[in-house]
Each structure stands twice: as structure tokens, then as C-alpha cells.
């Protein structure tokens, strides 16, 4: 769209077509850049913070908070950027790495784990 843009206020210069090519072109300017900084608030506001302690597990973000005890959790799963927690009544709390995110899914998965068998009494 800026490419786009930045042509059609070029479009006079080159052809000496009307005026009204960069008028449009600008318009089209502000439009991308606009459109580039709510994309930018929308990744901010999907940011979330994971809260481990010895009874459970807190997605907070975007207004909400998410739970699981860790004596509610019978499976975990792993897939690439991705840990689900399954509870005993079904429901599940995912845990989701966007490409590019800045995150580190292996250490948190080697503190749930931990966390986990420490509920259960499991020992190394």
C-alpha cells in the first residue's frame, strides 16, 4: 500500500498527470501508516505474563485471567509454540508462542514439569 502510495504521488512528476494522483497517494500514506501502528498496539496488547507458583498456574493478559491448579492438570501436551494444560473437567489452558515471539517455551515447560511433580511428590 505504501509503495502504491508513494507512486501515485509520483504520477505528475513523471507523466504530468492531474493533481489529484498525490492527493490520493497521500491519503493512501496515512492510511498504511496507520494501519502498521494498530498492528503494533494489537501485538502489544496480546502479550501476556504466565505466573508459576506451587499450586497453580496464571495466564494473565488482555484483561483476563486465566487458572489452572496444578492438582486440576491430567495432561500436557506439546506441539511447536504450543503447550495445552488439560484439566480434569476438560477444559484447557493454552500456552501460545506467535512466530517471532519473544518467549521461551522449553524453560517453561521444564518448570511446569518440575512444578508438576513436585504436586504429585515425584522426586528425581
Given at each position: 500500500m505504501?509503495?502504491l502510495?508513494?507512486?501515485l ?6 507523466f504530468g498527470?492531474?493533481v489529484?494522483?498525490?492527493i490520493?497517494?497521500?491519503v493512501m500514506?496515512v ?7 494498530v498492528?503494533?498496539a494489537?501485538?502489544?496488547r496480546m502479550?501476556v505474563t504466565?505466573?508459576l ?7 494473565q493478559?488482555?484483561?483476563r485471567?486465566q487458572s489452572?491448579d496444578?492438582?486440576?492438570v ?7 509454540g504450543?503447550?495445552?494444560?488439560h484439566r480434569r ?6 500456552l ?7 518467549g521461551?517455551?522449553?524453560a517453561?515447560?521444564v518448570?511446569?514439569a518440575?512444578r ?7 522426586q528425581?
Open positions: 505504501a509503495v502510495a508513494v507512486v504521488v509520483m504520477l505528475p512528476n513523471w498527470w492531474p489529484i494522483f498525490p490520493l497517494g497521500a500514506l492510511l498504511a501508516v496507520t494501519l502498521v501502528v498492528a503494533l494489537a501485538a502489544r502479550a504466565v505466573v507458583d506451587d499450586e497453580r498456574l496464571r495466564v493478559g488482555e484483561g485471567t489452572a496444578w492438582s486440576d491430567v495432561k500436557v501436551t506439546r506441539a511447536t504450543r503447550i495445552t494444560l473437567n476438560g477444559s484447557r489452558v493454552a501460545v508462542l506467535p512466530r517471532g515471539g519473544a521461551d517455551l522449553n517453561l515447560g518448570d511446569i518440575r508438576l511433580d513436585a504436586n504429585r511428590g515425584y528425581s
